[in-house]
């Protein structure tokens, strides 16, 4: 073979070369290089208090920065005026003038550093983030008024999701220097932007639905370990994690029994020992009543309850759980599931949640998991005839038995959080054991634009509120369509846009707002009308406002 003479190309040229893609820095090089980036940005707000900070620096470091400082002063005093630089140094025989004149040189000096600092890419890069919303709700912030959210406390020391992001994205980045005088391109700003989401709902994961203190830079350790694995960490992390399977269910299914609907009532977590009425008397039945007791126990975790009920939107989740697991069991797949999986099967969930969707369906979850229920259904079963006269039927357990871990996704491989449950639901049990199961099938979940009295393929925008408001409407319609196959009547066929609105805690601050609800509860019935769920609707009204919705089956 002949000799190859031709040069090595330089290796710029070759990074430029097309299709030379440099392999991305380590977790390991990234962490390394996060107090870099702290440091520059100390050093430029504040010289000496970052060469007192940064205790493990030369003790000959901080000398010399002020006499290098100081001799820059004098320079400047002695080019003013035309003075000996020795003579000015000489606090002995330095005259009263240039003493004023050394000292409005620092503060000169100061106030540039003050400007650099304020034009640099650094506060580019923060200011990109401080509008943004959040998922976790930082205690490094300061949240006094909206004018001041985002702002971050001078007197902390405790450094904020937000400063997590931007040091990460420089640490990321070595060629930008976070304290030079630019501003990041558009592109830039869009990953940052990006990586802070990511960053906000892992956080979320990370401390169970934003209840639990951080451990200090621990998640952001972990957060971009998992962002920057190496090979041989990706091989490992993949050869050591379970697969996890997606679970579509192809019905959507609403436990509908006293408990579900006391749960919803406040104040019935941690209420103390109370008789669930289960059967309401008819002509000449007598009430039948079930000791109940449902307890909230944060276990050893610093989970706090902030409402004494389950609301609406929580109800979904846990229909959502439901309908998953009976999928999951008769496809004999593991009960392993994703909050991505968890919102696809709520209604008006699409194919994927966004960081505040996930830290909302977690932290539902995790309220779940420590959600204790203790219900003595004796009574009721032996009068369902389910149970002999001389048994008994106690329910003593967590409302959600499940186990959170990391997974590794079937088909593309990424690590995801996900939750193993270990047993099948307690509400499910209950509710199968008694019949009060409402089943519909899974596609008037997802609810679409209708065009031309079609459903157009379109889905409609979602919010918590929506959402909460589309699976109320769902279940109710469902009840109707249970009576009226079952030739009785529970409830009636109108739903009252004041109960409605009440029930799932939607927001009706003002007319715009309560009109807008208004109009997505039509859209909704539009599609469900468009798809056959309901023959169609009209609106009920008392004088020129609309009170309600008449359903017709």
């Known amino acids: 073979m002949a000799n190859d003479n031709r040069k090595p190309e330089p290796v710029a040229e070759q990074l430029a070369m097309p299709g030379f893609e440099p392999e991305p820095p380590a977790a390991e090089t990234i962490k390394k290089q996060l107090p870099v980036v702290q440091f520059r940005m100390d050093l430029l707000r504040s010289p000496d208090d970052a060469l007192a900070k940064w205790d493990n620096l030369p003790d000959t470091v901080y000398e010399t920065w002020y006499k290098c400082l100081f001799l820059r002063l004098v320079q400047a005093v002695a080019q003013q005026t035309g003075a000996d630089p020795a003579q000015i140094a000489d606090k002995n025989k330095r005259t009263p003038e240039q003493q004023r004149l050394l000292l409005e040189a620092g503060a000169r000096e100061q106030l540039a550093r003050m400007d650099a600092f304020f034009d640099s890419a650094y506060?580019?890069?923060?200011?990109?983030?401080?509008?943004?919303?959040?998922?976790?709700?930082?205690?490094?912030?300061?949240?006094?008024n909206s004018e001041d959210a985002g702002t971050f406390d001078p007197e902390s020391e405790a450094i904020s999701v937000k400063e997590q992001a931007v040091l990460y994205f420089f640490a990321l980045h070595d060629e930008l220097k976070p304290e030079a005088a630019a501003e990041l391109t558009p592109e830039q700003k869009e990953e940052l932007q990006a990586i802070f989401t990511r960053l906000d709902a892992f956080y979320m994961e990370r401390t169970n639905g934003g209840e639990t203190d951080p451990?200090?830079?621990?998640?952001?350790?972990?957060?971009?370990?998992?962002?920057?694995?190496?090979?041989?960490?990706?091989e490992s992390i993949a050869a050591k994690l379970p697969l996890v399977?997606?679970?579509?269910p192809t019905a959507h299914t609403m436990p509908n029994n006293a408990l579900m609907n006391v749960l919803q009532q406040k104040p019935a977590i941690n209420a103390g020992a109370f008789d669930m009425v289960v059967s309401n008397p008819k002509g000449r039945r007598r009430?039948?009543?079930?000791?109940?007791?449902?307890?909230?126990?944060?276990?050893?975790t610093s989970i706090k309850i902030t409402d004494a009920k389950l609301t609406e939107y929580e109800r979904q989740v846990s229909d959502a759980i439901v309908s998953l697991w009976i999928e999951a069991i008769k496809e004999k797949l593991p009960p392993v599931f994703t909050p991505d999986m968890i919102y696809r099967s709520m209604p008006g969930g699409s194919d994927k949640a966004s960081p505040q969707q996930k830290g909302a369906i977690t932290k539902a979850i995790e309220k779940?998991?420590?959600?204790?229920?203790?219900?003595d259904a004796t009574e009721e079963m032996r009068k369902r005839g389910i149970i002999p006269g001389n048994a008994t039927y106690k329910i003593d357990n967590f409302y959600l038995s499940a186990t959170h871990a990391e997974y590794k996704v079937k088909n593309g491989g990424q690590t995801?959080?996900?939750?193993?449950?270990?047993?099948?639901?307690?509400?499910l049990t209950y509710c199968r054991l008694t019949s009060q199961l409402l089943t519909v099938p899974a596609k008037y979940i997802e609810i679409q634009k209708v065009k031309k009295g079609r459903a157009s393929g379109e889905l409609v925008t979602m919010n918590a509120d929506r959402q909460a408001m589309t699976g109320y409407m769902l279940r109710r319609i469902a009840v109707m369509k249970h009576d009226k196959r079952n030739k009785v009547q529970t409830q009636s066929n109108v739903i009252l846009f004041d109960t409605l609105f009440a029930e799932t805690g939607t927001k009706t601050d003002n007319r715009k707002q309560t009109m807008n609800n208004r109009t997505f509860c039509?859209?909704?019935?539009?599609?469900w009308k468009a798809t056959g769920f309901i023959a169609g609707?009209?609106?009920?009204t008392k004088g020129r406002t609309v009170t309600g919705i008449i359903i017709s089956l």
């Open 537 to 540: 609707y009209q609106q009920q």
């Open 522 to 527: 039509f859209d909704v019935l539009e599609y």
């Open 123 to 144: 506060m580019d890069a923060i200011n990109t983030l401080k509008q943004l919303p959040t998922v976790y709700k930082d205690p490094a912030e300061i949240e006094i």
């Open 287 to 300: 009430e039948i009543t079930a000791y109940t007791m449902i307890s909230f126990d944060p276990g050893e």
């Open 368 to 375: 779940f998991r420590r959600l204790h229920i203790t219900v």
């Open 245 to 248: 399977q997606g679970v579509r």
């Open 416 to 427: 995801v959080n996900a939750y193993r449950l270990d047993a099948e639901p307690i509400i």
């Open 215 to 234: 451990d200090g830079g621990a998640i952001l350790f972990a957060f971009i370990e998992r962002e920057n694995p190496t090979p041989e960490t990706a």
